[in-house]
């Protein structure tokens, strides 16, 4: 075959802007104390999923939109941004939204977050006293990408 006829039968090679690349999932950790995203990241490495820490001078909403998370970790009685607030924002983005709520055990502020999961019909809010093991982590995350929001992992175009 000549140089001509070769050029013609090449098969077409993918160029870098043709591949669409996957974005890595989004945990958003809203924090209230320091560290509650350095707790969670080692872990989220693994499972190939990026921690966005979020602190009270920062705009939920906006971030929420943006980093399009796969779920919201918070703590119910935040220094900064209490849990109720969060949820309420989450709410207003996604009711279906996976939150990990991390209670405590004071029972009026347990009676408040049951009030607004029901108000503002949240339907995927899971709460625990203490942040889970890792087992007990990567299980809620895996229920959360399980749930679909895997799919706003990826970057597309058409998305």
């Given at each position: 075959?000549?140089?001509?006829?070769?050029?013609?039968?090449?098969?077409?090679?993918?160029?870098?802007?043709?591949?669409?690349?996957?974005?890595?999932?989004?945990?958003?950790?809203?924090?209230?104390?320091?560290?509650?995203?350095?707790?969670?990241?080692?872990?989220?490495?693994?499972?190939e999923i990026t921690v966005q820490s979020v602190h009270s001078s920062q705009s939920l909403p906006q971030l929420l939109v943006s980093e399009r998370p796969v779920a919201v970790l918070a703590e119910l009685d935040g220094a900064d941004r209490d849990g109720c607030h969060v949820m309420m924002e989450v709410a207003d983005y996604d009711p279906t939204l996976p939150i990990l709520l991390l209670t405590g055990s004071d029972p009026a502020l347990l009676g408040a977050a049951d009030a607004v999961i029901e108000l503002w019909g949240l339907s995927a809010v899971r709460m625990e006293p203490h942040l889970p093991n890792a087992?007990?982590?990567?299980?809620?995350?895996?229920?959360?990408?399980?749930?679909?929001?895997?799919?706003?992992?990826?970057?597309?175009?058409?998305?």
């Open positions: 075959m000549n140089d001509l006829a070769s050029l013609l039968y090449r098969a077409p090679t993918a160029q870098a802007s043709d591949v669409i690349s996957p974005r890595r999932a989004v945990l958003m950790v809203v924090e209230s104390r320091n560290g509650l995203s350095a707790m969670v990241e080692g872990l989220c490495d693994h499972l087992g007990g982590l990567a299980e809620f995350l895996c229920s959360a990408a399980c749930s679909g929001r895997c799919l706003s992992a990826l970057d597309s175009e058409t998305a």
